[in-house]
């Protein structure tokens, strides 16, 4: 179980790092539009995949631990289902905005800002109990 656990834990910090990078690529090609749009896409296939791996796992652990429902376990499931919400509408919020000729670097820090807070909050959060 410690295995399953560790493996979590990991791949939680692996999306958090993925999160990080996705929040200051479009600061860092912020001059290179065309950059900015190829790499702000693959960004959003390495967050589906981290994302895609971090629910997995998680749902694993939870099956094989038998645990009870908790405060710590519920979040994370509103927080697997909030991430790929909020993550959507800052792919479509960009392409409205890129298609009108606008950066929308800050609109997309802010949306990558409130997804790590997110999860760094329920990660403290479960460590604690």
Same mark, same amino acid.
């Given at each position: 179980m410690e295995v399953l +656990? &560790? @493996?979590?834990?990991?791949l939680v910090e692996a999306l958090l790092l993925v999160l990080g990078v996705n929040l200051l690529l479009p600061y860092l090609l912020r001059h290179d539009l065309p950059k900015?749009?190829?790499?702000?896409? +693959? &960004? @959003?296939?390495?967050?589906?995949?981290?994302w895609a791996m971090v629910a997995f796992s998680g749902l694993m652990v939870w099956i094989f631990a038998g645990r009870p429902h908790t405060l710590p376990v519920d979040l994370m499931i509103v927080l697997v289902l909030l991430?790929?919400?909020?993550?959507?509408?800052?792919?479509?919020?960009?392409?409205k905005l890129w298609l009108a000729e606008q950066d929308g670097i800050g609109f997309s820090m802010a949306v990558v800002?409130?997804?790590?807070?997110?999860?760094?909050?329920?990660?403290?959060?479960?460590?604690?109990?």
């Open positions: +656990i &560790g @493996y979590h834990r990991h900015r749009v190829f790499y702000t896409r +693959i &960004g @959003y296939f390495v967050f589906w995949a981290a991430l790929p919400i909020l993550d959507g509408y800052r792919a479509i919020r960009l392409k800002g409130i997804e790590i807070a997110l999860v760094t909050l329920v990660t403290v959060l479960s460590l604690s109990r």
